[in-house]
């Protein structure tokens, strides 16, 4: 079983930056993502990262965002830089489902943490 936690959130003006931090417990390494989720909408993925550190993004935060991740603390982070209204959304952390090393794993979700974007 795998627990996360984000931290980070909070408010920020409009080209702010905020950095999002997801810690890790339990065993395995697994590919991580985050994910936003604003008020009616559904929950959308704003970043991947898999265990050897390929990284995939919206193309709503190309350029603005960067996930990272560091294996032997077990955290991933998202370096959120020129924020927009529009990011403005509770950020879930998330182990993806999926095989690994012949197992599979269910994913897990953090609790999530909310950013938001307003001067």
């Known amino acids: 079983q795998v627990r996360l936690v984000e931290s980070g959130g909070g408010l920020v003006q409009p080209g702010g930056s905020l950095r999002l931090s997801c810690a890790a417990s339990?065993?395995?390494?697994?590919?991580m993502g985050w994910y936003r989720q604003a008020p009616g909408k559904p929950r959308e993925l704003v970043a991947g990262?898999?265990?050897?550190?390929?990284?995939n993004y919206a193309d709503s935060v190309k350029g603005r965002f960067t996930i990272s991740r560091d294996n032997a603390n077990n955290t991933v982070t998202l370096q959120m830089n020129s924020l927009k209204p529009e990011d403005t959304a509770v950020y879930y952390c998330t182990a993806k489902s999926g095989y690994y090393g012949g197992h599979y794993f269910a994913g897990s979700w953090g609790q999530g943490t909310q950013v938001t974007v307003s001067s």
């Open positions: 990262i898999s265990r050897v550190g390929l990284t």
């Open positions: 339990g065993s395995g390494t697994y590919d």
